[in-house]
């Protein structure tokens, strides 16, 4: 049989369907899965929630921090505030614009020098000083420049405006005490003994008038010094201060110098308030070496024949400076035979001292004018007849020639009535400093 279809009828009216008949009811079915269902459900949520809270899901922890440890905060903020200064130090050459050109800081300079005292400073500044230079991001922050061991300028900025201003730096004065013996020298028992060169020189002049420092020196020789040094910020300063008692012993021959003040004129004064100080000192030459004695019959280098060597000859090297002895006037200066270069210095009392040899003299000397005892006035040379440069020199009393090394000098005027007195009040400390065993000790 062959069944056609309607095409213009739908497609469900073709196809006959067949319904169950209802039997049974099916709801205790559905309830009894909706319930095993919100179980199971449960079940699942629960599992889910465990999990979660064992692996994705975290708590916030919230932890008490302890406060910082204030000295851990203060180094960690010295270190932050040491790495923000530069410290420079001034070459030869270098100028206030090279060095801030050099950390890019040259529009700070520009205000600074609009402070005349800032000006003044950066416009003299000195190889080896050091300069301290705080930077941020503005530019310069803060700045110290040190002009000399007391003083150094400070330089700082508030907002955009910088003021500058010198620090001087509190000196403080402390008696100290030294003693030594000699050795090798004068200058390697004055290391030994923890004081500077320049108080050597000190000790050298006060007793120039007694010990040639160049010959009379010997080994086991002894001293002994009071005197005050200088600090600041508890720190020594290069420039000693005076030597206010001194005690020489040599050739079994002790010496003693204590410092006196009157009228804002100082001298040395051995314990009786007798002046250390003489019409003339000793050497016209500083630790030079005697080449030649003073020798009547000393047979002559160059001629060889015996003539009269009426000086003392002082080997030392071209251009050491030589000094007057003694203050007076200028008898003759030029060149004179043998003695080449030549200054002859007429004194007071009939004495008289010559300089020969000498390579030039000291400018602004001539025939006439006045010198004072320790001025320069000439160096040392080899014109004339001289082997090698050397300083010839001649002590005369009343035209006749006397051995510099021996003649006996004058006295200056000795301390009397008031200020005797006064003296010896002040120096009765010092006398008991000097006797101590404590300073022998040293």
Do not use: C
Request: charged residues 25%.
């Amino acid at each position: 049989m062959i069944y056609t279809r309607d095409l213009k009828k739908p497609l469900t009216r073709e196809i006959p369907i067949r319904r169950t008949p209802r039997k049974h009811s099916i709801w205790p079915l559905y309830i009894v899965s909706l319930v095993i269902g919100i179980s199971l459900l449960g079940v699942v949520l629960a599992k889910t929630h465990d999990s979660l809270s064992r692996t994705s899901v975290k708590a916030p922890i919230i932890t008490e921090i302890p406060p910082p440890d204030p000295a851990v905060h203060h180094s960690e903020l010295e270190a932050q505030t040491a790495s923000d200064w530069i410290e420079h130090t001034v070459k030869s050459g270098d100028s206030a614009s090279a060095i801030f050109d050099q950390y890019q800081i040259h529009s700070s300079l520009l205000k600074i020098n609009n402070i005349p005292v800032s000006k003044k400073v950066l416009q003299n500044l000195y190889p080896g000083q050091k300069i301290s230079l705080k930077l941020d991001w503005k530019g310069l922050e803060e700045l110290y420049y040190q002009i000399s061991e007391t003083k150094r300028l400070h330089v700082t900025r508030d907002a955009e405006e910088y003021s500058a201003n010198i620090i001087q730096d509190a000196i403080e004065t402390r008696r100290l005490a030294a003693t030594g013996t000699i050795d090798n020298s004068l200058f390697l028992a004055g290391k030994k003994a923890g004081i500077s060169d320049s108080l050597i020189m000190q000790m050298v002049e006060i007793f120039s008038y007694d010990i040639d420092f160049a010959l009379d020196i010997r080994q086991g020789d002894q001293f002994e010094i009071i005197y005050d040094e200088y600090f600041a910020n508890g720190a020594p300063l290069k420039k000693s201060g005076s030597i206010l008692a001194a005690r020489f012993t040599t050739k079994n021959k002790t010496f003693t110098a204590l410092k006196y003040e009157h009228n804002n004129k100082i001298g040395y004064f051995d314990a009786k308030g007798r002046s250390n100080k003489k019409a003339f000192i000793r050497t016209p030459v500083r630790f030079s070496r005697i080449s030649s004695h003073f020798n009547p019959k000393r047979k002559h280098p160059i001629l060889h024949t015996i003539r009269a060597h009426k000086g003392v000859d002082y080997a030392a090297p071209k251009g050491t400076t030589v000094k007057s002895t003694g203050s007076g006037k200028i008898q003759f200066i030029g060149r004179k035979g043998g003695y080449g270069k030549v200054i002859i210095v007429k004194h007071a009392g009939g004495y008289s001292t010559l300089y020969a040899h000498l390579s030039k003299f000291k400018k602004g000397l001539k025939r006439g004018k006045s010198v004072k005892q320790g001025q320069a006035i000439g160096y040392v040379g080899s014109t004339g007849s001289a082997t090698g440069p050397h300083l010839h020199y001649e002590f005369r009393v009343n035209g006749k020639h006397k051995n510099p090394l021996t003649v006996k000098l004058p006295n200056a005027s000795p301390l009397r009535n008031q200020q005797l007195r006064e003296f010896k009040e002040k120096i009765r400390p010092l006398l008991v400093q000097l006797s101590q065993p404590s300073l022998a000790a040293n």
